[in-house]
C-alpha cells in the first residue's frame, strides 16, 4: 500500500553549499568541471524521466539525513555515480561547536586518493608518523599505502572541504531543517521535515549520527553497552596557570593543554559515569577539574564544553526496506584510537556504488544486503577494539600491568603492523568467498605501465566505476557489461604487498569494485569472471 505522498515545497532557505572549492591543479579543475556537467546532465536526465512517467511526486532518489562526514561522503558518491540526491542538514555550516575528530587514517585517505581529491585534505593537515593503541605508539611507516601516516586535520576543516568537493558535484543541501519522521512504502520513502514540508525519495539514508531519528523511527535495535565513562572536552581561560601535560587515573586519560593563541587552554577530564546527560555547565567542568587536580585553576570564559561517553551500541542492521544508515547512525563507541569519523567515511564508500546501482536499475535491491554482510562485522570489531582500549587508558596496578604486557607485545614488528593496519583500516577483508588473498580486500596503489603510459590503480577509480584489470595475455571478454566496467591492459613486475599479510603472489587479472575492493581475481583464464561481474554489476546486457 502506497502511503499519502507529499510534494516537497521549495524554500528559499534551501542551499547550495559553497565551501573550499579549491582544487589541485588545472588538470584537476578541467576534471572537477567536466564532472560537474556530467552529473547536471545526470541528474536532469533522471527527473526528466520521472515527469515524463508521470512519477514527478519523487523529488530525489536518495535522500541523506545529515550532512556530517558520513552523509557528505555518501552523496559525492552517489552523485559521481549519476544520481539525483540531496541532504537535509540543521546546521547552517560545518562548522562544529567544540572539537571533534582531529584526524585521518590511512584507508580514509586512500578513499579520497581513489575520487582525486585526497591532496586538497593532504594539503591542509600535518603528517604524523604514528597511531597509538592503547597508549602505546605505532609506527606506520613500513605500512605498504602511499599513505602511512596520520593526517593531523581537525573535522571542521575535513568537513569544509568535503562539503566543497560535493558542491562540486552539484548536491543540494537542504540546510536549517531536519527530518522529523518518514513513511516507507513500496515505491519510495516520504520524509518529514521540520519545517513541516515533505520530501520522496525511493532511499532515505540516515546519517543523523549517534542519536538518529531515522533509527529510532525506523525501530532499528541499537544494542551494546551502556556507558561506565563520562569525559568533557572544553576550551577556557584559567585564572591561574594550570599543570599542563597528560594524566592517567582510574577514569582514564585527563589532559590540560594550552591552545594556539597561547590564552585559553583546553581540557579533557573523565568522571566515572553515574547518569551524566544533557549539556555539561561551567560548574560541572569546575568540579570535574577539583575531582582530578584538587583545584579548578579559576575556569572562566568556556568557548565550548561538550561531554561524551564510551558507551559502546550498534544497529542490529543497517537496512530497512528503503531505509539505510550508515555512520554514528549505525554505531557509536569512546573516541579512543580516533576511528569513528574514519568508520563512517568508509561506511559511505562502500554504499555508495551499491545504492547508485540498485537506483539505476542495473542491479536488484537484494545488492544492498551485502552492505550490512560487509560493514556490520567491520564495525563490531572496531566497537571491541575501542572498549579494550578504553579499560587499557585507565591506571590502576593491575591494569598498568596488563598495558605493560600488551606494550611489550606490541613492540614487536608483526603484532604492531597488524595493530596499526586494523586501526588505520587497511586490513579489512569482506567475505567473498576463498580464493587468492587479494579477494574482498582493498586494492594496492600500484604503479601500472599501459599503452598510454603509466597510470595509478587509485586514478582509474576516479570517477568511481568498477574496473578489470587484464595484467596477462589470457583473453578477457567483458563486452556485455562494457556499458558499466572499464577494462584496462597493463603490465606491473613489482611486488603484491598486502597490510598485514605482507607480499601475495601476483594474480593475473583483478576485477576492481568501484570502492577499491577486489570482486574476482584471474588465474590465466576466465572462470568465474562472468558470475563476479553479474553478482556485482548486474546482469548482462545482451549484444545486438
Ligand atoms: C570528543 C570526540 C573526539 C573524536 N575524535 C575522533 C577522531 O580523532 N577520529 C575519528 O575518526 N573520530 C573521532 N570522533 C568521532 C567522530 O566525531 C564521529 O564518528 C563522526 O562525526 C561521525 O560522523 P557522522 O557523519 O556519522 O555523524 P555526525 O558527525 O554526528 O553528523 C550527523 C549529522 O546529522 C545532522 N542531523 C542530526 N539529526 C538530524 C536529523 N534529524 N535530520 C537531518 N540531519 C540531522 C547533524 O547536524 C550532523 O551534521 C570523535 C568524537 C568525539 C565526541
Not at 550508515?326 to 576511528?339: E, I, K, L, R, S
Not at 607485545?409 to 586494523?422: G, V, W, Y
Request: charged residues 20%.
Amino acid at each position: 500500500m502506497r502511503a499519502e505522498t507529499h510534494r516537497f515545497r521549495p524554500d528559499p532557505r534551501v542551499t547550495l553549499f559553497s565551501g573550499d572549492s579549491r582544487t589541485t591543479g588545472a588538470a584537476d579543475s578541467l576534471l572537477a568541471l567536466a564532472r560537474v556537467v556530467i552529473v547536471a546532465c545526470c541528474v536532469r536526465c533522471v527527473n526528466a524521466e520521472r515527469d515524463d512517467d508521470g512519477e514527478g511526486l519523487i523529488e530525489h532518489a536518495v535522500v541523506i539525513a545529515g550532512g556530517g562526514p558520513t552523509g557528505l561522503m555518501l552523496a559525492g558518491e552517489l552523485a559521481l555515480a549519476g544520481v539525483d540526491v540531496a541532504i537535509v542538514e540543521p546546521r547552517t555550516s560545518q562548522a562544529l561547536v567544540g572539537s571533534r575528530a582531529r584526524g585521518l587514517h590511512t584507508r580514509t585517505i586512500e578513499v579520497l586518493d581513489q575520487r582525486g581529491v585526497a591532496d586538497r585534505f593532504v594539503s591542509q593537515g600535518t603528517a604524523h608518523p604514528a597511531v597509538s593503541f592503547a597508549r602505546t605508539s605505532l609506527t606506520l611507516s613500513d605500512l605498504p599505502s602511499r599513505h602511512n601516516y596520520l593526517l593531523a586535520l581537525p573535522q571542521s576543516r575535513f568537513e569544509e572541504i568535503l562539503a566543497g568537493w560535493v558542491a562540486e558535484l552539484a548536491v543540494p543541501i537542504h540546510r536549517e531543517r531536519e527530518v522529523v519522521g518518514f513513511t516507507q512504502d513500496d515505491g519510495g520513502v516520504d520524509i518529514a521535515i521540520s519545517d513541516g514540508g515533505s520530501l520522496r525519495a525511493q532511499y532515505l539514508v540516515g546519517c543523523d549520527g549517534g542519536r538518529s531519528v531515522i533509527r529510532k523511527t525506523a525501530c532499528i535495535e541499537f544494542s551494546g553497552w551502556d556507558p561506565t565513562v563520562s569525559s568533557m572536552i572544553a576550551e577556557v581561560e584559567m585564572r591561574d596557570e594550570p599543570e599542563l601535560g597528560i594524566r592517567h587515573d582510574h577514569n582514564g586519560t585527563q589532559a590540560i593543554g594550552r591552545l594556539e593563541d597561547g590564552r585559553r587552554f583546553g581540557i579533557v577530564v573523565s568522571e566515572t559515569y553515574a547518569g551524566q546527560t544533557g549539556e555539561p555547565t561551567l560548574r560541572d567542568l569546575s568540579r570535574a577539574l577539583v575531582a582530578v587536580w584538587g583545584t579548578h585553576y579559576g575556569v572562566h570564559s568556556p568557548t565550548s564544553i561538550s561531554r561524551f561517553t564510551d558507551m559502546t551500541r550498534q544497529a542490529a542492521v543497517y537496512r530497512e526496506g528503503r531505509v539505510l544508515l550508515a555512520g554514528d547512525a549505525a554505531h557509536v563507541h569512546y573516541p579512543v584510537g580516533g576511528q569513528g569519523l574514519n568508520l563512517g567515511v568508509q561506511d559511505a564508500v562502500n554504499l555508495g556504488w551499491k545504492l547508485a546501482q540498485v537506483v539505476h536499475g542495473t542491479s536488484p535491491e537484494g545488492l544492498l544486503d551485502s552492505y550490512h554482510a560487509e560493514r556490520h562485522p567491520v564495525a563490531a570489531r572496531v566497537l571491541q577494539n575501542t572498549m579494550a582500549q578504553t579499560v587499557l587508558t585507565r591506571s590502576d596496578a593491575r591494569t598498568d600491568a596488563l598495558r605493560n604486557t600488551m606494550t611489550e607485545l606490541l613492540t614487536m614488528d608483526e603484532p604492531r603492523r597488524r595493530f596499526a593496519a586494523m586501526i588505520c583500516g587497511l586490513d579489512v577483508q569482506y567475505d567473498l568467498g576463498e580464493g587468492h588473498p587479494l579477494l574482498g580486500r582493498r586494492m594496492p596503489d600500484l604503479e601500472l605501465l599501459t599503452a598510454d603510459g603509466p597510470v595509478r590503480v587509485f586514478t582509474l577509480l576516479h570517477d568511481a566505476r568498477p574496473v578489470l584489470l587484464a595484467l596477462g595475455e589470457q583473453a578477457l571478454d567483458v563486452a556485455l557489461w562494457a556499458d558499466r566496467v572499464r577494462r584496462v591492459e597493463a603490465t606491473y613486475r613489482g611486488p603484491w604487498e598486502l597490510p598485514a599479510l605482507g607480499t601475495v603472489p601476483a594474480p593475473a587479472a583483478v576485477l576492481i569494485r568501484p570502492d577499491g575492493h577486489v570482486a574476482w581475481t584471474g588465474d590465466g583464464s576466465d572462470r568465474g569472471l562472468a558470475p563476479a561481474l553479474t553478482t556485482w554489476f548486474g546482469s548482462p546486457t545482451s549484444v545486438a
